[in-house]
C-alpha cells in the first residue's frame, strides 16, 4: 500500500492535492515542513511526497524547489493542479466579533501572499503572522478560542478544527491555483493516463559566456519542443551561478528530448533528468 508525506496538519491543502492522487489503497502521513516531506520519501519512510512547486499568483515555492534541486535525489511521478480558495476563519465565540477587534490573522507565507490586498484592505490593524501549514494556523485558532484571532485556510481544514467562516474567497485573483509535485523513488503502478504530459530538466550551465543560456535554448527550439517554464536558481557554488529548473510541454519521447539533452552535454553543461509524468487539473470537492 503506497504511502504519501504532505505538509500537515490534517486539513492542509496538500493534504487537499495528496487525496487527488489517482493512487488506489493510498494512505497519507503528514509531516510538519516541507523539507520534512521530501526527506520521508527520500529516506524511504514514505512511498512518496505531495509538496507544492508553483502557485498561480505568487510564483515558485522557492523552499520546495531547492530542497528538490540540491537536497533529494528524487523523480516526478505525476502534477495535480489544484484549485486555491482560502476563507477567513474563526473559533465559534469570535464569530460575531467585529472586524477591527481581530488582534491577528495567521497562514502559511504562501497563503498571506495570495490573499495580501485583502488583508491589507479589510484587516489593515490586525498582527499577520506566517505559520508552517495553514491547517497548523487553523489548528492555533481553536485551541484559543478565547482570543480574538482568525486563520486563512481550506475549509476542510476549518472543519475538521470546529472553526466558523468569516468570508469566503479572500485570495487576490479568483483564478488561483497551485501546482503539486508528487515524487519518490520508484515509480506508481495504476497511475491512470492523462490529456497532458510534462518533462522537467535540470540544467546548470558549464562555463558563464556571452550567449550561454540562449544556445541552451536554441538546442530546444530547433528542434520544435516548446519549454512551458524555465527558471533560474543559485547552483550554492558562488554568487551569479545558476540551475535552470525547464518544464516541457510533452512527454519524453525516443528522439527529440534525449537528443536535445545529449547536445546539452556535449556543449558542457550539466543536464539531471526529473522526469516525465502526467499532469491532472482535478476539482477541490
Known amino acids: 500500500m503506497p504511502t504519501i508525506a504532505y505538509l500537515g496538519p490534517p486539513g492542509s491543502f496538500s493534504e487537499a492535492a495528496a487525496l487527488k492522487v489517482p493512487l488506489p489503497d493510498k494512505t497519507l502521513v503528514d509531516y510538519p515542513t516541507i523539507p520534512d516531506v521530501l526527506e520521508a520519501a527520500d529516506l524511504g519512510h514514505t512511498t512518496f511526497a505531495i509538496i507544492p512547486i508553483e502557485n498561480a499568483i505568487e ?11 540540491h537536497e533529494v535525489r ?11 480558495a482560502h476563507g477567513l476563519y474563526v473559533a465559534p ?13 495567521f497562514s502559511h507565507g504562501q497563503a498571506i501572499a495570495q490573499s495580501f490586498r485583502f488583508l491589507r ?13 495553514t491547517s497548523e494556523a487553523l489548528r492555533l485558532v481553536a485551541e484559543n478560542p478565547d482570543r480574538p484571532w482568525a486563520a486563512l485556510g481550506h475549509r476542510r481544514g476549518a472543519e475538521r478544527y470546529g472553526l466558523v467562516e468569516r468570508i469566503r474567497d479572500v485570495q487576490d485573483s479568483p483564478n488561483n491555483a497551485t501546482r503539486f509535485l508528487l515524487v519518490g523513488h520508484t515509480p506508481p503502478a495504476g497511475l491512470p493516463p492523462s490529456e497532458r504530459k510534462k518533462t522537467t530538466l ?14 541552451v535554448l536554441h538546442c530546444f527550439s530547433w528542434r520544435a519542443i516548446n519549454l512551458s517554464r524555465i527558471e533560474s536558481r543559485p547552483t550554492k557554488r558562488r554568487l551569479g551561478s545558476y540551475v535552470f529548473y525547464i518544464d516541457i510541454d510533452r512527454g519524453v519521447d525516443d528522439v527529440l528530448i534525449p537528443a536535445a539533452m545529449e547536445e546539452l552535454r556535449a556543449l558542457g553543461h550539466e ?11 482535478v476539482d477541490d470537492d
Open 59 to 69: 510564483g515558485s515555492v522557492n523552499l520546495a524547489m531547492d530542497w528538490l534541486i
Open 74 to 84: 528524487l523523480m516526478i511521478f505525476a502534477e495535480i493542479v489544484l484549485p486555491i
Open 93 to 105: 465565540p469570535q464569530r460575531e466579533t467585529p472586524f477591527p477587534q481581530i488582534e491577528k490573522i
Open 121 to 133: 484592505r479589510t484587516f489593515p490593524h490586525a498582527q499577520v503572522e506566517p505559520t508552517l501549514s
Open 202 to 215: 535540470l540544467v546548470t550551465l558549464g562555463r558563464d559566456f556571452p550567449g550561454a543560456l540562449s544556445q
Open 271 to 281: 543536464v539531471r533528468f526529473l522526469g516525465s509524468y502526467p499532469v491532472y487539473e
